[in-house]
């Protein structure tokens, strides 16, 4: 699913973010990058996501080279392969709780019953569905994580990318979080987390990746 390939990213004159790295993560799953701030975690997970290129080497994933597109197919491959969950979560205060998760399948041309009835399904499996009409403001941390995870699974996307999810909440949202990661790669969602949270590691992986200075070391 996943493919990089002596992968490095440097950013001006200083040491490299990611230093020749070459990693593969089968279909279905579900690896924790792990390491120290500043290691390169979530430089491998933007170039994953097609929102930074390597400065050498290859990402490939589901069949796309992702170093090689432009900015609209960069954009384009993010709204059909990729979800994304964040540990700020990113929704839109000003749009309700279904109009957020909504949001990506209108944008990638969806019809309107479709990506109706793909959210109704995805909020009642993530049990938010009575938190629809309301706005995210309104809700508990873990509340809006489950939010952001229908949003992120909205387009059917290959590959599921968590950058420190349970980063921002209590230890009770985390554990529903840790639970939700859990129940959806046994469903088959492959999924690549990025965590200081050992315990969402040892809960969700089935394989963890440690980076030290731009390495993997283990």
């Known amino acids: ?86 540990q700020s979560f990113h929704l839109l205060d000003d749009l309700t709780v279904f109009d957020n998760v909504v949001l990506p399948a209108q944008l990638g041309g969806m019809s309107r019953g479709a990506s109706r009835r793909r959210a109704v399904e995805l909020l009642e499996a993530l049990g938010v569905a009575r938190f629809a009409d309301g706005f995210p403001g309104r809700l508990s941390g873990g509340e809006r994580q489950r939010v952001a995870v229908a949003r992120a699974l909205m387009n059917r996307p290959a590959v599921l990318l968590a950058d420190e999810p349970t980063g921002a909440l209590d230890s009770v949202s985390g554990q529903d979080v840790r639970k939700l990661l859990t129940e959806l790669h046994a469903d088959g969602q492959t999924i690549v987390l990025v965590t200081h949270d050992l315990a969402l590691a040892g809960a969700c992986a089935t394989r963890t990746v440690r980076l030290v200075d731009g390495r993997v070391a283990s």
């Open 1 to 86: 699913m996943i493919e990089l390939r002596s992968v490095s990213r440097a950013y001006g004159d200083g040491p490299p973010a990611l230093n020749d790295v070459s990693l593969t993560i089968a279909r279905g799953e579900a690896v924790a990058v792990l390491g120290p701030s500043g290691s390169g975690k979530s430089t491998l997970l933007n170039l994953v996501a097609g929102l930074d290129r390597p400065t050498g080497g290859t990402v490939t994933v589901d069949g796309v080279r992702v170093d090689e597109l432009g900015e609209s197919g960069s954009a384009r491959y993010r709204r059909t392969k990729v979800g994304m969950v964040f």
